[in-house]
């Protein structure tokens, strides 16, 4: 039963992404059914085998030693404050100012974008989707919600709102690297390293069956901005800025949003006698007993899925870790869940950076937001199944 359920979960997300699709008729089976194949053997090795484990625990090994030197600079400016674990915004949020540093140099020294482009183009040859298509996809897992439309900006007026639409999937169903570090402070880093990649195929998977489409040759074509123009320190400085931007605003939506779910949590408390929370916990239960989690956390599940939806990933990853799930692979699979921006504010966020750049292109956005907070949850819910599959 442990493998057969998750396996039901999964066709359950397909049929769901089925349903909602734009053209039914242009859906593509066979590069939906190799990247499936491809995202379960991923899984397989990452979480199964000694090679993969041992890949993840290198990683996480690398990031931490970043972290150590991100708080020696958090330090030199909090000073001691950086060894106070209560304090979020410190410990936790400000080491993205480092990471994102690293990230421009990676990308002044053109690592970056060579990596991202090759990359994308040889998915695109898996999976059956457009050159830009898949470099989207790739570049969501390094650069940051804004920085990926503006390194495609000189194709967005010209794209139909199926092609728009796979632009924006991958930007909302990642998660940046420079964030990485930060969410590694509250999971499991096997978890978090694992569930980047099988969300980048998932994306590829749910887009292709929700807003399928036909690309003509003359169209595929893949010459991306080079964002790498300036000086190197004039480079460094502006990503060192991006991220404490970045910071700020995660800090600003977690007062924000934490709050509200105090006072909503008060008010059906007041009621009811029974949390915002708990209700929302029976309502996604279903969908958490579709991933893989026992019955008997399912609510528990369900109430971390929830709050992640209408609130943040953060706040979210804080609930998990008040829980006390019962196993290993529980953990594993709602911590896997957790790993992408798909909640409502992403979807403010994704429409104003398209609107930024060409206001016309936002609109369309801003009509398919919904269902694109769809599909990036499903997206969410195919890798946690996955997990709960091979783990």
Do not use: N, W
């Given at each position: 039963?442990?493998?057969?359920?998750?396996?039901?979960?999964?066709?359950?997300?397909?049929?769901?992404?089925f349903l909602v699709s734009k053209d039914r008729n242009k859906i593509r089976l066979r590069p939906i059914v190799v990247m499936l194949a491809i995202q379960i053997t991923l899984g397989f090795i990452l979480l199964r085998s000694n090679i993969g484990l041992s890949l993840l625990s290198g990683l996480a090994s690398i990031f931490e030693i970043l972290l150590s030197y991100?708080?020696?600079?958090?330090?030199?400016?909090?000073?001691?404050?950086?060894?106070n674990n209560s304090i979020f915004f410190v410990t936790s949020l400000m080491p993205i100012v480092f990471i994102s540093a690293l990230l421009g140099i990676l990308n002044y020294l053109k690592i970056l974008p060579f990596i991202i482009k090759w990359v994308g183009l040889g998915l695109s040859k898996i999976s059956g989707l457009g050159k830009l298509e898949s470099y989207v996809g790739v570049a969501a897992m390094v650069l940051g919600q804004t920085e990926i439309f503006l390194s495609i900006k000189d194709f967005m007026d010209d794209l139909p709102p199926n092609r728009l639409y796979a632009m924006c999937a991958p930007a909302m169903s990642s998660v940046s690297m420079g964030i990485v570090g930060a969410y590694?402070?509250?999971?499991?880093?096997?978890?978090?390293l694992a569930a980047i990649p099988l969300n980048l195929f998932g994306v590829f998977v749910i887009e292709s069956i929700i807003y399928p489409y036909e690309l003509k040759e003359e169209d595929d074509q893949l010459i991306v901005k080079d964002l790498s123009q300036k000086s190197f320190f004039g480079?460094?400085?502006?990503?060192?800025?991006?991220?404490?931007?970045?910071?700020?605003?995660?800090?600003?939506?977690?007062?924000?949003?934490?709050?509200?779910?105090?006072?909503i949590n008060g008010i059906f408390n007041g009621l009811i006698g029974i949390s915002f929370q708990e209700i929302a916990g029976y309502i996604f239960s279903p969908i958490a007993f579709l991933m893989g989690v026992p019955w008997a956390e399912a609510v528990q599940g369900g109430s971390v899925i929830a709050t992640k939806i209408v609130t943040n990933e953060f706040v979210a990853m804080l609930e998990l870790n008040n829980l006390d799930f019962s196993n290993e692979r529980t953990l594993a699979i709602m911590s896997t869940f957790l790993i992408s921006f798909a909640n409502f504010s992403s979807i403010g966020i994704i429409t104003g950076a398209v609107s930024t750049i060409n206001k016309k292109q936002g609109d369309v956005v801003a009509s398919f937001g919904l269902k694109l907070l769809l599909g990036s949850t499903l997206?969410?819910?195919?890798?946690?199944?996955?997990?709960?599959?091979?783990?």
């Open positions: 039963m442990d493998r057969i359920i998750p396996l039901v979960g999964i066709v359950f997300f397909l049929l769901v992404a991100a708080h020696e600079g958090t330090r030199f400016v909090f000073g001691d404050l950086v060894d590694m402070l509250y999971l499991d880093p096997k978890y978090v480079v460094v400085a502006e990503y060192i800025k991006d991220g404490f931007d970045t910071a700020v605003g995660v800090a600003a939506q977690l007062i924000g949003f934490t709050a509200l779910i105090f006072l997206v969410s819910c195919l890798t946690a199944s996955t997990i709960a599959l091979v783990f």
